[in-house]
């Protein structure tokens, strides 16, 4: 076992208008680790991952109450592995308690949520901590100044934002570059083959203006996309394991006429990345985002190593995805967002809008 990084064959990426270069996949911990997914698994996932090229783990305060992160620590403290060859990234928003200060961005949940993190994670700094959600009821002025207090105490290298709108984005830049204070780096979203809106045209001009990265989140619709739910749901898959709202939630959706009309589409595009390309449909959905030029990494989620090297299989389809391939894509899915108007004028392609 070497305790020494070794990329592989990994492509590293800067995180948007920042130095650090990130693996085009990391590894997630929602939903797993801390809670179906612990001990000896855990500890083996992890160590596929780093001996794998992934050395970029992301976790937030929220997941599993906190037994994500401790599980996280825990397992890259054993692991014994160096801690300037990791990235570790977490989130704060939702808190692990319930009281009135132990949640949303005030200064006051930052600064301590903030400690809490590193606590659980056995670490005295993340490299990214990420504002989970945006917090309408704090002044943008007030999170700025935070996450910027965390910085330059040494917790954070950057901080960056989750599911935000291209305005809240706009805003905490605009707030940042005024005090001239620490900018948010990235933007960690919703991406894949059914969710396109927001990061392929709602964020597209903050690509362009603040070089703005994307940590992409549910990149095969939280298994969707891998074609385990084809006919119907595996005992062993988290949709049949967990009992959290949203997937108690999904499952009855996939009952739905739109569930089922989902799953047709899934159907059609396994058929296509088998005959066509002869690969997995997950592996193709994966290589169709990476090869996007905003995203900075994508975080796999995984409950067992085998899904890890599976799914890194998708470095190999990149170079299968020729524009005639993509077209073929976009015909299945029907679902490109619109182009911004030109107005007959061509030459306003591309140019950034007035914000
Ligand atoms: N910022 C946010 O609000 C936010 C929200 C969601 C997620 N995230 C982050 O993004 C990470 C990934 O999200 P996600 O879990 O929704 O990602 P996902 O890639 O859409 O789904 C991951 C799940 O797909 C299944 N899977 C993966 N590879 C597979 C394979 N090769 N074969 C069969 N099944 C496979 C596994 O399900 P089974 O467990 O059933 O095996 C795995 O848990 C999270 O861990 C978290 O760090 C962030």
């Not at 930052?110 to 670490?123: D, F, K, N, P, S």
């Not at 917790?155 to 940042?176: D, G, L, P």
């Not at 994966?286 to 900075?296: E, H, N, R, V």
Request: net charge neutral.
């Amino acid at each position: 076992m070497s305790l020494d990084f070794k990329p592989n064959n990994m492509p590293f990426r800067r995180l948007g208008s920042s130095g650090l270069r990130v693996p085009l996949f990391s590894l997630g911990g929602w939903l797993t680790f801390g809670g179906s997914v612990k001990g000896d698994t855990a500890k083996e996932i992890l160590r596929t991952a780093f001996e794998n090229g992934i050395n970029m783990f992301d976790v937030a305060e929220s997941y599993a109450d906190g037994k994500c992160e401790t599980e996280i620590g825990r397992v890259l403290k054993e692991l014994g592995y160096r801690r300037s060859d990791l990235i570790i990234t977490t989130k704060l928003f939702w808190g692990t308690r319930p009281g009135p200060n132990d949640g949303g961005l005030s200064r006051k949940h930052i600064i301590e949520g903030t400690r809490e993190c590193l606590e659980r994670l056995q670490t005295d700094y993340v490299d990214v901590i990420f504002a989970h959600r945006p917090d309408h009821t704090v002044p943008m002025e007030e999170i700025v100044r935070a996450f910027n207090w965390v910085i330059e105490k040494g917790w954070a290298f950057y901080w960056a934002t989750s599911e935000w709108s291209a305005y809240e984005i706009e805003e905490a830049h605009n707030v940042a570059t005024r005090l001239g204070l620490a900018a948010p780096i990235a933007e960690q979203c919703r991406h894949n083959m059914f969710v396109r809106e927001r990061p392929e045209k709602e964020y597209e001009p903050l690509y362009r203006k603040y070089d703005l990265g994307t940590t992409v989140f549910s990149a095969l619709g939280q298994g969707m996309l891998t074609g385990k739910y084809n006919n119907g749901v595996p005992s062993d898959s988290r949709l049949a394991v967990e009992k959290d709202p949203q997937h108690i939630e999904l499952r009855a959706w996939l009952e739905s006429d739109v569930g089922k009309a989902r799953v047709a589409k899934v159907k059609q595009l396994s058929e296509f990345a088998e005959k066509e390309l002869g690969v997995p449909v997950s592996q193709l959905a994966l290589a169709w985002l990476a090869i996007k030029p905003a995203t900075s990494t994508i975080i796999l989620g995984a409950s067992k190593p085998e899904q890890i090297l599976e799914n890194l299989k998708a470095l190999e389809v990149i170079p299968k995805l020729t524009p005639a391939v993509l077209e073929k894509i976009e015909a299945i899915l029907e679902n490109k967002p619109e182009a911004r108007p030109t107005f007959g004028r061509p030459e306003l392609q591309g140019a950034l809008p007035r914000l």
